[in-house]
């Protein structure tokens, strides 16, 4: 075979996996879905990296199983109890049907090369006047450019500057799918495509107790989880030709497949001595994010045009500094002013259906922090959030919407944390105290971080009473808040004991106003042990 011919995705181990043990190993894609049930997790270097990679292997079992049933003849799903009752043949099933899915890979075996002279997987052959990044700018633990170093690397000296293939792939759909705004176009004139799609994404999928679970938990037949079909599937490898245009406007996919391969930029890996050296890119295929609800794994937001009044949707990113049980309202899409993720709603579907005997779902989220207007990438987080499946059905309503008031509530329990240590702050010198009130919040949260995740995933619809649960949950948080309380106030200075007059702005007027500690701590006991409503 010639050198230009290198690296079989299909065959070669490159994905990160996670056993049971806790042991890591590499698989290939066949591999992968042959092992499925005994391989607990994705495990590659970043939880964006794992996610981007999942997109990667749910469009292979759409481009399948929308087409064929699991023993292996064709038919194509033509309704929504088609869509139902496949899904579920594949679950009871415990594994997937590999014949099916080893002769429809192998078919397209030829578009699974890293490296091919007409066909590189997720890349196009050749680039004149691409930017150049190096390998360590690929790396997405890096991520680092001509122009921006890493101070703490988690690689150094020449092992930073190379990548095995194995890493190159990994990393190459990464990039695809995250990548910051920094690339410079060949051509004048033309539209920014913005970050990589999943980067203006607030992503959110599905996580099972092996990795066969998590592929089929996201596995979303039905858009939405309603009733409507997707368009034919048309994932990247079966395009006659591979597209070379930048910055390309398309109209967003109809089908998974063609989404969850979104071409976000054109790639071309650059190779020495064995090893991947760097990468060519340009900006590539994009759409508008408004009201884009082909795309099943993300929050949603309301954004309302100020001269029209039009609403629209908006992916909702993640906050780094924000608990994902914070946003439950915009997970669970219950507000009319919401609209559901729709894996979250196919899962509802499911259980609803009584089609998934599962007692919990688990959520995860991962998510790329960029500064200065996605020029770069600052951080990558993740987060997940276990709570009862009942929750999705009607039978949860009346709790889901009990859970979304006490998170308000709860929200503001520690808004009056904050106001308790600007006060402190304020009698003990300092004139403003903004900065105080934002850490102190920032501990409250902490503090109740674990104790609501433990309130919620222990919630039972079918066994709990509403109200006695609302309340353990309220002297548990007015408990944690009111000793965060005495900690602030005994941390304070001397000086806050007698306290001070400070000159205020209130209604546009100049006031004269004494701040004590007795007195901040005093209107924090009444203001946090108030009963809630």
Avoid at 513 to 524: G, L, M, S, V
């Amino acid at each position: 075979m010639p050198d230009s011919i290198k690296f079989n995705l299909l065959h070669e181990e490159w994905i990160l996996v996670r056993k049971p043990n806790g042991q890591m190993k590499e698989v290939s894609i066949l591999d992968l879905f042959r092992g499925a049930p005994t391989y607990q997790s994705l495990a590659g270097e970043l939880p964006t990296q794992d996610v981007a990679i999942l997109r990667v292997l749910l469009a292979i079992l759409h481009a399948v199983f929308a087409r064929y049933n699991i023993e292996g003849n064709y038919s194509p799903i033509s309704s929504p109890g088609d869509a139902l009752q496949r899904w579920k043949s594949i679950w009871d099933m415990g594994e997937f049907p590999m014949g099916i899915i080893e002769d429809y890979l192998m078919h397209f075996e030829e578009r699974f090369w890293l490296f091919h002279p007409e066909y590189p997987f997720y890349q196009v052959p050749e680039m004149e006047k691409a930017t150049w990044y190096t390998a360590a700018k690929l790396n997405g633990e890096l991520s680092e450019s001509g122009n921006k170093i890493r101070l703490f690397p988690q690689r150094s000296g020449g092992g930073k500057n190379t990548l095995s293939y194995p890493e190159a792939a990994r990393w190459l759909i990464y990039v695809n799918s995250f990548d910051d705004t920094s690339a410079k176009p060949k051509q004048k004139g033309l539209p920014s495509p913005g970050a990589g799609w999943l980067g203006k994404l607030g992503l959110i999928y599905a996580y099972g107790n092996n990795v066969f679970e998590t592929l089929l938990l996201n596995f979303v037949l039905l858009k939405d989880g309603g009733n409507e079909l997707w368009g034919e599937e048309e994932p990247i490898w079966e395009k006659e030709s591979v597209k070379t245009d930048e910055r390309t406007e398309i109209t967003i996919p109809d089908n998974p497949s063609a989404l969850l391969t979104l071409q976000s930029r054109r790639l071309h890996l650059v190779r020495e001595g064995g090893k991947v050296v760097g990468y060519m890119l340009l900006g590539g295929d994009f759409f508008h994010k408004e009201n884009a609800f082909a795309e099943q794994m993300t929050l949603w937001r309301v954004h309302e045009q100020k001269k029209s009044g039009v609403r629209e949707y908006h992916p909702k990113r993640h906050d780094p500094s924000r608990q994902l049980w914070r946003d439950f309202s915009a997970i669970i899409g219950q507000d009319q002013s919401k609209h559901c993720p729709g894996v979250v709603a196919w899962l509802a579907r499911l259980k609803a259906e009584d089609i998934i005997p599962r007692s919990h779902f688990r959520f995860q989220t991962a998510a790329v922090k960029y500064g200065d207007k996605d020029f770069f990438v600052d951080d990558v987080f993740a987060d997940s959030l276990s709570f009862n499946a009942v929750l999705l059905t009607a039978l949860g309503e009346a709790w889901v919407n009990r859970i979304i008031t006490i998170i308000s509530q709860t929200e503001e329990m520690v808004r009056q944390v904050g106001y308790l240590a600007q006060n402190l702050a304020k009698a003990s010198g300092d004139s403003d105290g903004s900065s105080r009130r934002q850490e102190a919040q920032e501990q409250a949260y902490f503090l109740l971080d674990m104790p609501f995740r433990r309130w919620l995933e222990g919630i039972d619809p079918e066994r709990d009473s509403i109200d006695e649960k609302s309340q353990r949950w309220w002297e548990e948080a007015k408990k944690i808040l009111l000793d965060l309380g005495k900690d602030l106030v005994s941390q304070s200075s001397p000086q806050a004991i007698v306290g001070r007059y400070v000159q205020e702005k209130q209604r546009g007027k100049d006031v004269e106003r004494r701040y004590t500690a007795p007195e901040a701590y005093n209107r924090f006991v009444y203001m946090i042990s108030k009963p809630l409503n």
